[in-house]
Each structure stands twice: as C-alpha cells, then as structure tokens.
C-alpha cells in the first residue's frame, strides 16, 4: 500500500488549492511531513497517543544542553519508523524559540529533510 496522506502546511493547517482540493503528499514527503509534526507536537499533549512527540522539558527545561536537545529531537525523528539514519540535525535554541533542521535517510534510500 503506498504511503500518502495529506499535506499540511509549515503552520499547521491543511492545504487546499485555489480549486478548493485538499492537497495530499506520498513517499518520502510524508515522512518529511510526519517528522516535522513529531517535532512540532510536545511528548504527552495527545492522550490517546501519549509518547508521541518532543520532550520539550529536554530542549527548554532548567537542566536543557546541547545534548540533552539533541537527543530529544533524535528521539522524535525516530518515531517516524520509515526513518534508518539521521544524516543532519541541527538546533538553535534561544528563550522561548527552537529552529530545528534535519535531514534523514528511509530505509528504501530515500533522502528526506525539513525544519520546524
């Protein structure tokens, strides 16, 4: 069965074309896709699925460095299960704000990558 969904944009919404059709994404981009959510949502804000996401207390809380945030965004890629290595992550932390790039690799090959 392939591997589609629908696309959601950077800031969280559908995306619906001028047509008025939601707009749906397959292969690689929905694991693109399915890592940004992951990394966007925080670990325990979803009850029925409650591992799912970032630890945030990692990446903002009293005792967060730079490897205690990177760790938490490894642990959030990888539970996109498509996900075999991750090649690239980098984090810019500031007070209230987190940049996060990433490129990884599926395990059919293929390169996908993104940002929050």
């Known amino acids: 069965m392939p591997n589609f969904t629908l696309k959601i944009s950077q800031d969280g ?3 619906i074309d001028a047509d008025g059709i939601m707009q ?3 292969g690689a981009d929905v694991t693109a896709q399915n890592i940004r959510m992951a990394l966007k949502a925080a670990k325990g804000d ?8 970032t630890d945030y207390e ?12 990177k760790e938490a965004c ?8 498509d996900v075999e290595q ?17 490129r990884a690799t599926t395990g059919a ?3 996908v990558e ?3």
């Not at 990692?58 to 945030?69: K, L, P, R, T």
């Not at 991750?86 to 996060?100: G, K, N, P």
């Open 13 to 15: 919404d559908l995306v």
């Open 24 to 26: 749906s994404i397959e």
């Open 46 to 53: 979803f009850p029925l699925a409650p591992e799912h996401g």
């Open 58 to 69: 990692m990446v903002f809380g009293v005792a967060a460095d730079q490897d205690s945030i």
């Open 74 to 81: 490894r642990e959030a890629i990888f539970q996109e299960e």
């Open 86 to 102: 991750i090649d690239r992550l980098d984090v810019d932390i500031s007070e209230r704000d987190a940049r996060i790039e990433f």
């Open 109 to 111: 090959g293929a390169e």
């Open 114 to 116: 993104g940002n929050i």
